[in-house]
């Protein structure tokens, strides 16, 4: 048993380190987008399916709430947590319209809406993205090695690694990046 819990840290090591040197400065330039959305008045959207729906959500809290420095709340929404909105959406459509029937919805111009799907394929955060693109939001993919999200998005950031557990830790792990990074351009002055 402690063999595999060193050969799972050091996975998820490797797995990190390698999605840090994929998108090191791609990390810089969208927290630079994310805060000049939010600067704007414009807000961030965000969804995915299982543990990527709860990365949206824990990103979107981040924002609301705070990261690590306190400051004025940011607008973010994660678009997997309206239970009714969901259950209607999926039963009187298709599961494939969630997320896309709610950037629809919401979705401005100016805006920014982040599809987080480890394969890149998942048929509703790639409906979504499409929407996101014909209403003029800048849409971001985290994706692990790519997907039909990525070959769509104006944005790519990956973790270009073939296990999903690794992939969703390589996520959780930029989007902290993203948040830091952002309060950092938004707030210079809590640093």
């Known amino acids: 048993m402690r063999s595999i819990v060193d050969a799972t840290l050091k996975a998820s090591i490797e797995a990190k380190e390698a999605a840090i040197a994929a998108n090191r400065e791609l990390l810089i330039k969208t927290a630079q987008q994310m805060a000049e ?30 990261f690590q420095t306190e400051r004025p709340p940011l607008a973010a929404i994660a678009l997997t947590t309206d239970s009714s909105i969901l259950t209607s959406i999926g039963n009187d ?8 029937k709610q950037v629809a919805a919401i979705g401005q111009k100016g805006d920014m809406a982040i599809g ?53 830790e390589c ?15 938004l707030f210079p002055e809590n640093f």
């Open 93 to 100: 459509y298709h599961f494939d319209e969630v997320f896309s």
């Open 37 to 66: 959305t939010l600067a704007s008045g414009h807000k961030i959207l965000l969804f995915g399916n299982g543990g990527s729906a709860a990365d949206a959500q824990h990103l979107a809290a981040e924002f609301v709430n705070r």
């Open 116 to 168: 987080i799907s480890t394969s890149g394929n998942s048929p509703n955060v790639v409906k979504a993205i499409e929407i996101a693109k014909e209403k003029g939001l800048h849409t971001v993919a985290f994706t692990g090695k790519g997907g039909k999200a990525a070959e769509i998005c104006d944005t790519v950031i990956t973790a270009p690694v073939g296990v999903t557990a690794r992939i969703q």
């Open 171 to 185: 996520h959780i792990l930029m989007g902290h990046i993203l948040c830091d990074l952002t309060d950092r351009i």
